[in-house]
């Protein structure tokens, strides 16, 4: 009997605890009930974010809280610059680009993190660009990026730095205010542990601020609305109260476990993944690799051959590559629920396939690799 | 044992078969799969919009898909007509006064049905007028709107008609087609029988003509984009898994019933609760009533009162008024998975808490009177 299992970066399966959460009856959101609910929703969503700021959770895909930020950020004409280095770089430049922003593109290579140095001689150069636009983990490319120096850059010349978590939150290391990110956007269905539907947007004081100024027309993600409904623990229009609900029994699992220990588990097991992929003789696509998702790159195998004999030999769903590295690597998730076991068994799955396309693997070796590396690393 | 119950009209409560679906296993947005789920959707909406126009499904409250009809529909400066008889219809005004739109508000007597003469008087006064916003049921009066009649209206004018029928879809008649709807919206938490959380939209021809001349930013609810991905049983951005599978249940069970079949049962349930609210004391709010949510004048008596021992004394939630009607009334709502036997439920409690007010009951008597106008209307 084959367990199906999701091994992609979003959906990512689901805890128990939110499942159990979800098939529960309806409570009204006016309610002092409710509100209970969201205060400890709130207090848990300061703690993944590593922030005092307010975290207002919207019901939406990440998509909608990336293009609240825009919308409620900018005006019309404001420069910004945008670091593009894969397929959700891309999502924040479409996104500057539909607001008529005076976007600067800044294209790096996919799979590596932006340069300091670079991005310090383009705001020499764009002396009036109000807000940087990157990312935490570029998923498209399992690439983690700089974000501590990326915000003691923003932070000397005053420039908004805001940042898409959606994928990293939870796994890749974020300090929000201890590295003075402005904003961070992300989504409930990765390192959170539950179905989309719910996103969330956290906002300095640098970044309520700019609220005051912005001139975009909008009205579902007003952002100064929801910001007066959360200090009630509130929100403007009807939340989606089942996945709210849900939402604080995922907060207190990671609370429980602890967010520092939780980085360095998915760090360990991206590293190991990395060395028993080898292994099984991909390559290792990402110059600075994320601990939330992994890219293999499959050489002169068949991606999407790959892929599809995961999922019907062994029911695991594993991902491709988007845009121009589709057909280049696979992607494997270590996010939210998934951990080292469930890794180890889509290895173990990974050795059948890989040999099933003619290749000549040890069995087991990538499983005692991954072993290895990972109960090593545990024990220092 | 109390069994704590939602008769507000949304959230509303949850068929057994939702609560079922949302607690199963993520399944991943891009899969066949998953397109297969969507498609069956996609049809068992058109079923219940009684349409043959795409009704798409975006992931926000009900807000969210009323915002996309404005930012997608027309363009800054436009001269629109707003219907405004109640909070929702002011959430309209409110809305397309955010996107600088030339509003026409036409403030008719809370409660009243909007008259077809005014209509057309105003459309003649303002004859650059490019599309009037109403609502299928004015969920703050209980009031139901005369759609049928302010269609024909706006046919004869090529006037584009978008109607909000969020708490009215499924429990009042709405023949989008045959009275020629443009635009209808609606959300997941009222006659679907699902949490918050989805929302949709159906575009006729015409509004999708307007689709190509409309000029606000936008990206999330870009719903150009969204009907390339809807011809493809796809969603732009993730989707709301969870939610959409449940969907696909809550469709399938309103299928089976009939829609004309649970239009008159509720309509049936509306006059019978109306009646035996009447020999409770209570007076009718509503001069156009809603079949999706009964509204109850309390007179003499006090509303939060009321409101507050049905759920500490019985755990049955009802609702009170908003803005002006704030203390004037009550409000039982009747819609997705209520049935008869609630209402009669939430009449007994009623009996006894109206009792406890000082007020002389007969007891049982407001249970004759809406078994006799139930059964005998279900009967005939």
């Known amino acids: 009997m ?3 299992f999701l091994m992609t ?9 939110v499942k159990q959460a979800l098939s529960k009856d309806i409570i009204h959101h006016r309610t002092a009930e409710f509100r209970s609910i969201l205060k400890e929703v709130h207090s848990g969503l300061k703690y993944v974010f590593q922030t005092q700021n307010p975290v207002l959770v919207l019901s939406s895909s990440g998509t909608g809280a990336m293009e609240a930020a825009v919308a409620n950020l900018l005006s019309r004409n404001d420069k910004i610059l945008v670091v593009v280095g894969g ?3 891309q999502r924040w430049q479409e996104i500057c680009q539909s607001y008529s922003l005076n976007v600067v593109s800044w294209e790096i290579e996919w799979g590596s993190s932006p340069s300091v140095i670079e991005l310090e001689n383009l705001l020499d150069k764009h002396s009036d660009i109000k807000a940087v636009f990157t990312t935490l983990c570029e998923t498209s490319t399992a690439t983690v990026y700089d974000i501590e120096a990326t915000a003691k850059v923003c932070r000397q010349r005053d420039i908004l730095l805001i940042v898409d978590a959606i994928s990293g939150l939870g796994s890749d290391v974020l300090k929000t205010d201890e590295w003075g990110v402005d904003v961070v956007v992300a989504g409930s269905q990765k390192g959170l542990m539950l179905p989309p539907g719910l996103s969330f ?21 007003d952002l100064k609305k929801a910001l007066k409904s959360y200090a009630k623990d509130d929100t ?6 089942s996945l709210v609900i849900a939402l604080r029994e995922a907060l207190k699992l990671i609370k429980n476990e602890g967010i520092e220990k939780r980085w360095e588990d998915f760090s360990r097991i991206g590293e190991a993944l990395r060395r028993a992929l080898e292994t099984l003789g ?19 195998m068949d991606a999407s051959l790959i892929i599809k004999k995961m999922a019907s030999d062994f029911g695991i769903t594993i991902a491709g590559g988007q845009a121009e590295l589709k057909g280049k690597i696979i992607r494997i998730a270590h996010m939210g629920y998934i951990n080292a076991s469930d890794v180890l068994t889509c290895l173990a799955a990974l050795e059948e396939v890989v040999q099933s396309l003619g290749k000549n693997i040890e069995r087991g ?14 024990s220092n």
């Open 2 to 4: 084959k367990h199906p």
């Open 87 to 89: 397929k959700f770089g």
């Open 201 to 221: 947007i956290s906002l300095s004081p640098k970044a309520q601020a700019a609220l005051e100024t912005s001139n975009f027309p909008h009205y579902y993600f």
């Open 236 to 241: 403007p229009y009807t939340a989606s109260v």
């Open 365 to 378: 070796k990538s499983l005692k690799t991954f072993q290895e590396a990972y109960c090593v690393q545990n």
């Open 9 to 17: 970066p979003g959906p990512s399966p689901l805890a128990p605890e």
């Open 282 to 300: 991909f390559g290792i696509f990402s110059r600075s690799p994320s601990a939330s998702v992994t890219a293999g790159e499959v050489k002169s």
